[in-house]
């Protein structure tokens, strides 16, 4: 896989909109509702176990924002109701919400911005501009090989040129004092002189 830059315009950063927490005397919720948007590589839609990125941060936010205990041991009725969204609109839907998601995920916005639609965001990943991902096409090395030659038919065609006037104007300047080798005749004589400048320039020059 080959990985284009492309010139940088805007440092984006993807992270988590809170939509309902609480710092400061918190009591952990039973449930935490989590809006996701299937957005590969930070979610991942498969049948497997777990959500992507976001099974690696989803303990870190029911501590930090929530105000659950830090061991697992100490919150064991805490569960997560994932709800997917399958596209922006509902993304949108969820972020604009009155207290049915807790928190939404992966949500896109200007690095340095804290709010997003008036609630809380949490950049987790910055992004330094836009990328192009490319997958290069594996090509028989034969193909390969013969469209390399055929790209080059402008360098062929201008040895052609090259030798051609060469050839004549050997002609012209040896036909008089050495018609034997180059015959007055032009199109015998203009063969000989290019086949002259061939072998000088294939085997002397």
């Keep these: 896989m080959t990985l284009a830059a492309i010139p ?13 927490f609480c710092l400061v005397g918190c ?6 509702r989590i809006a996701i ?10 049948s497997n176990h777990g959500y992507g990125m976001l099974s690696l941060i989803m303990d870190e936010l029911a501590v930090k924002a929530y105000g659950c205990p830090l061991s697992l041991e100490c919150r064991p009725k805490t569960v997560y109701d994932v709800t997917r969204i399958s596209n922006d609109s509902g993304l949108f839907d969820a972020l604009n919400g009155t207290n049915s998601t807790d928190f939404v995920f992966p949500v896109g916005a200007k690095q340095g911005i804290q709010k997003v639609y008036n609630k809380l965001f949490i950049g ?34 201008l040895s052609i040129i090259c030798t051609s006037m060469a050839g004549m104007a050997m002609w012209v300047f040896e036909s008089l004092s050495n018609s034997e080798e180059f015959p007055r005749d032009f199109a015998k004589g203009w063969w000989e002189g290019f086949w002259w400048a061939f072998i000088s320039m294939t085997t002397v020059g």
């Design 8 to 20: 940088r315009i805007i440092t984006f950063a993807f992270g988590v909109v809170l939509c309902r």
């Design 27 to 32: 009591t952990c919720p039973k449930t935490l």
């Design 37 to 46: 948007l299937d957005r590969p590589p930070y979610i991942k839609n498969t």
């Design 124 to 157: 987790l990943l910055e992004h330094p501009g836009s990328m192009l991902l490319v997958i290069p096409g594996q090509q028989d090395p034969v193909q390969t090989c013969l469209e390399t030659i055929l790209s080059s038919w402008p360098l062929l065609a």
